[in-house]
């Protein structure tokens, strides 16, 4: 961990705060809590949490860059598949956990130039920080349709329209399992000299449940996203009528439970420096899991959604389009095509963002295709 930058001494006193209210926590429960409980506090505790404080967390001053912040070819590119989806007889248009906002932009740019801006763009936000810097963002880049853009505290109940995550499963807590001698075992955390340490106790039913359909092998460890799942099944329940569009990065349950995965997929983020342990920080760090798209597809099909697609990145953005919307800018003028082909490329490369990022899309009372599986759909994988 010494290749970490250190924090100022006002986000260390900071963390310090979320730290002191985990160990309260911890003790007010028998010296355990389950890790997804910790990972919880860590990203949403109010006030103090990841997600829920006021440390900048995208872009070049934050931890991570998202496709959308890269450039605005993802978002331009997506345009053209919510274009068809509002062309189906919808006018609204709804992202949850929109970032610095940079996809709300390129998109609601994109669909004018297309002519077909829906008459509302909502977005869940649940860090008041990024919903700021989201409100921000709009009114510079687009303050002609900063009007249409409404921010929701809740779902919004029997919704008809677009539904838009991007990276946002990724970010719910997750539980730890690993296969013991005697059944499945869950990953807590206990104090040691007020340190926080691993602490491994036998699973509950109901998560015990879900690992031994898992069929690990011996000493397997890994994530099991309930909280993932339950919220998809909560927008099945949320929409009457519409397509749903999730954007993340991971793998179907075939290629999750690798042999090659058996320590998990578990990954923080920190000043742009990737590593594993969850306990740096707790406050300044993000924490994520990658996703296992099988069980997502399944619960949202048990919730009543029908599966519409699920492609890797490259091949949906291809689909869509990208490389017309590239040539948009002269080859010819390098010091605007160049910056953006490099952008295209972390995008579109097996290498970087291409295969390791999905996209997932399903559906109430839909039954046209999407442009963004029209080639490359590997629904038979899940």
């Known amino acids: 961990m010494t290749e ?78 919510a274009a068809e989806v509002l062309d189906s007889g919808f006018d609204q ?23 077909r801006l829906p008459r509302a763009y909502y977005i869940l936000e649940v860090s008041p920080d990024l919903r700021e810097r989201e409100r921000d ?101 949320t929409m009457a009528r519409g397509v749903i569009l999730l954007i993340d990065y991971g793998f179907p349950a075939h290629e999750y439970y690798h042999p090659q995965r058996s320590e998990g997929t578990l990954m923080c983020h920190y000043r742009h420096r990737a590593h594993a342990d969850p306990f740096f920080l707790p406050g300044l760090q993000d924490i994520t899991s990658h996703i296992d798209f099988s069980a997502v597809a399944r619960a949202a099909q048990v919730a009543g959604l029908e599966l519409l697609g699920y492609a890797g990145q490259a091949q949906f953005l291809i689909n869509c389009g990208i490389t017309d919307i590239m040539l948009r800018t002269p080859p010819e003028n390098a010091a605007a095509y160049l910056p953006q082909a490099a952008a295209a490329q972390q995008l579109l490369s097996p290498a970087e963002m ?21 080639s490359g759909d590997r629904r038979a994988s899940l």
């Open 354 to 374: 291409g295969e390791l990022f999905k996209v997932i899309a399903f559906g109430k009372d839909y039954a046209a295709a999407l442009i963004g599986f029209a």
């Open 93 to 115: 248009i709804l992202e949850i956990g929109a970032g610095s906002g940079a996809l709300a932009a390129a998109l609601l740019t994109e669909l004018e130039r297309l002519e």
């Open 137 to 237: 963002l709009l009114a510079l880049q687009v303050p002609h349709l900063l009007e249409r853009v409404i921010w929701l505290n809740r779902l919004p109940t029997l919704y008809q329209g677009l539904i838009i995550a991007n990276e946002v499963l990724d970010a719910m807590p997750a539980h730890l399992v690993r296969s013991g001698a005697a059944g499945p075992e869950e990953a807590g955390v206990s104090l040691q000299d007020q340190a926080f340490a691993w602490a491994w106790r036998p699973t509950d039913a109901h998560l015990r449940c879900a690992a031994d359909a898992l069929q690990l092998p011996h000493s397997y460890r890994t994530e099991i996203q309930l909280q993932a799942c339950a919220f998809v099944s909560t927008l099945a329940q």
């Open 4 to 81: 970490l930058p250190t924090p100022p001494a006002e986000a260390l006193a900071h963390s310090e705060k979320l730290a002191a209210l985990i160990r309260d926590e911890i003790a007010a429960h028998a010296g355990w809590i389950p890790f997804v409980r910790y990972m919880e506090l860590a990203l949403y505790a109010p006030g103090l949490g990841y997600y829920t404080a006021g440390a900048r967390k995208l872009g070049r001053e934050g931890d991570f860059t998202t496709a959308p912040e890269m450039t605005p070819l993802f978002g331009q590119t997506l345009a053209q598949q």
